[in-house]
């Protein structure tokens, strides 16, 4: 089917309904965006950015790949980031994690996957560095849950590390960088409080490491 149909026909229905709504829905939105937040978060179906946060389109700069990952080579990642930070003067800044998340899973895993192993291979890093903690861990869920939030803690910091983040909390610009978990079992979002929004605080949770 080179068509989808039925996606076309969601669309269709989907318009409609917003504009029923709110007839300037989408004329307004064509004027400009001013998005409150950028949403880093994993690809995985079950975790729909706007749709968990409940945003409408306009509200949420949004940024996803395969497990929640900021690299610091990734352009990918960093061009979102620095477009958000410096164009659109996001403020917040939220990584989102989820429990039951395929690419921690897969990235602890013995066997191949190809490719995306190289990806995973940042997780494994993680889970190598705190193999003492999480070896104390004996329920192989719960451990890889600690894994899915030790995931998220990494890619907050590697975010406060990005020359974009400092550069806008050294010229006096408010970032702030939130780490944040949704759990698909039951919706909900639980904040893992390592919000950084200076220098002092990133040093600080650096130390705590
Ligand atoms: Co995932």
Same mark, same amino acid.
């Given at each position: 089917?080179? $068509?989808?149909?039925? +996606?076309? !026909?969601? *669309?269709? *229905?989907?318009?409609?309904?917003?504009? &029923? &709504?709110?007839?300037?829905?989408? $004329?307004?939105? /064509?004027?400009?965006?001013?998005?409150?937040?950028?949403? #880093?978060?994993? %690809?995985?179906?079950?975790?729909?950015?706007?749709?968990?946060?409940?945003?409408?389109?306009?509200?949420?700069?949004?940024?996803?790949?395969? @497990?929640?990952?900021?690299?610091? =080579?990734?352009?990918?990642?960093?061009?979102?980031?620095?477009? &958000?930070?410096?164009?659109? $003067?996001? !403020?917040?800044?939220?990584?989102?994690?989820?429990?039951?998340?395929?690419?921690? #899973? %897969?990235?602890?895993?013995?066997?191949?996957?190809?490719? /995306?192993?190289?990806?995973?291979?940042? #997780?494994?890093?993680?889970?190598?560095?705190?193999?003492? %903690?999480?070896?104390?861990? $004996?329920?192989?869920?719960?451990?890889?849950?600690?894994?899915?939030? +030790?995931?998220?803690?990494?890619? /907050?910091?590697?975010?406060? *590390? =990005?020359?974009?983040?400092?550069? @806008?909390?050294?010229?006096?610009?408010?970032? =702030?960088?939130?780490?944040?978990?949704?759990?698909?079992?039951?919706?909900?979002?639980?904040?893992?409080? /390592?919000?950084?929004?200076?220098?002092?605080?990133?040093?600080?949770?650096? *130390?705590? %490491?």
């Amino acid at each position: 089917m080179r $068509k989808l149909p039925r +996606l076309f !026909e969601n *669309n269709r *229905n989907w318009a409609t309904r917003i504009q &029923a &709504a709110n007839p300037d829905f989408f $004329k307004s939105l /064509v004027a400009q965006q001013s998005p409150g937040y950028l949403w #880093i978060g994993c %690809a995985d179906s079950r975790v729909p950015a706007n749709e968990i946060v409940g945003l409408p389109p306009g509200e949420l700069f949004v940024h996803r790949n395969v @497990a929640n990952l900021v690299i610091h =080579t990734d352009m990918n990642c960093l061009s979102v980031l620095q477009y &958000a930070v410096e164009f659109l $003067k996001i !403020e917040h800044v939220i990584v989102c994690g989820h429990y039951g998340c395929g690419g921690v #899973i %897969a990235s602890i895993e013995e066997r191949p996957h190809g490719l /995306v192993d190289n990806w995973l291979r940042h #997780i494994r890093d993680i889970y190598q560095r705190n193999q003492d %903690a999480l070896g104390q861990i $004996k329920d192989r869920k719960q451990m890889l849950d600690r894994l899915c939030e +030790l995931n998220v803690i990494e890619q /907050v910091i590697n975010l406060a *590390n =990005t020359t974009i983040v400092q550069d @806008a909390w050294n010229r006096g610009q408010p970032v =702030t960088v939130h780490g944040w978990i949704y759990d698909i079992s039951d919706g909900l979002l639980r904040d893992l409080n /390592v919000c950084l929004q200076s220098l002092q605080e990133l040093q600080a949770i650096q *130390n705590q %490491a």
